[in-house]
């Protein structure tokens, strides 16, 4: 018989091939900025780039950039979230409803974030409604396509089956409709976080004083290209840390769903 494997191993398993891709990234990064491929003051190697992050900690002006870009990111998705998944609920279990906002949102789904910039800055000024408002509007098109297809997959004999047994909507909707659409859910929100740092990133380079965009900016004016780097690693980072956050928590309140 087969010993069954720890936690710890069954842990240490399920991160080997990401720790191995890692440390090969790392390698191969390592030997391009070593090579005479690339100038050396155009690709740090990556002891340069973490030195850069190290000084950019001390000096505190990593953690006031985190603050400010986490509050703006945190704010829009949670906002373009909520209207993007109560929009999607509703066209996806109202047909006729879906027909009348679908081709709106269609429209508005290939205009990009960075695009409405100008428009976001003349409407609302270079405060912090206007990078939030469009954070929000690039989440909310990507979580109402998401919740939108789940809604509607949802099969119909379901939904009339505990109508049939009376079931008041409330309760189709809590005990039906939400179980059945939860992966497509959890999909888009964890998408949706992903657009968030993206918008996050149009939205600080239309005008902002702090926020780890506005650092790649900067940094980027003065060619520092290993600070630059840093930045690059952090947003990554981050991105990954609130893909795993929210992975984590649809497996434990939805733990139907595979997602």
């Given at each position: ?11 240490l398993g399920r991160l080997g091939p990401a720790l191995a891709a890692a440390a090969a990234v790392l390698v191969l ?218 992975a984590s928590a649809g497996r434990r309140f939805a733990h139907w769903s595979t997602s």
């Amino acid at each position: 018989m087969h010993a069954t494997p720890s936690p710890p191993g069954r842990a240490l398993g399920r991160l080997g091939p990401a720790l191995a891709a890692a440390a090969a990234v790392l390698v191969l990064w390592y030997l391009l900025a070593r090579s005479a491929v690339v100038a050396p003051a155009l690709l740090p190697t990556p002891a340069r780039t973490l030195a850069a992050l190290a000084d950019s900690a001390r000096s505190g002006i990593l953690a006031a950039d985190l603050r400010a870009s986490l509050a703006r990111a945190g704010q829009g998705f949670a906002l373009g979230a909520l209207i993007g998944s109560a929009l999607g609920f509703a066209t996806g279990y109202l047909p006729k409803l879906s027909a009348a906002v679908t081709p709106v949102v269609s429209f508005l789904r290939p205009i990009p974030a960075i695009a409405l910039v100008p428009l976001a800055t003349a409407w609302f000024g270079i405060g912090e409604t206007a990078k939030r408002l469009l954070i929000a509007y690039a989440v909310l098109l990507a979580v109402w396509l998401y919740v939108h297809d789940g809604v509607s997959r949802v099969p119909v004999s379901h939904l009339r089956a505990a109508r049939t047994l009376g079931a008041p909507l409330h309760r189709r909707f809590a005990e039906v409709l939400l179980p059945a659409a939860a992966p497509a859910v959890l999909a888009a929100l964890r998408y949706g976080a992903s657009v968030a740092l993206l918008a996050l990133v149009a939205a600080e380079l239309g005008g902002a004083d702090s926020g780890l965009a506005y650092r790649l900016q900067v940094d980027g004016q003065f060619l520092r290209v290993d600070r630059m780097f840093a930045g690059l690693l952090v947003l990554g980072l981050l991105g990954v840390a609130v893909d795993l956050v929210l992975a984590s928590a649809g497996r434990r309140f939805a733990h139907w769903s595979t997602s």
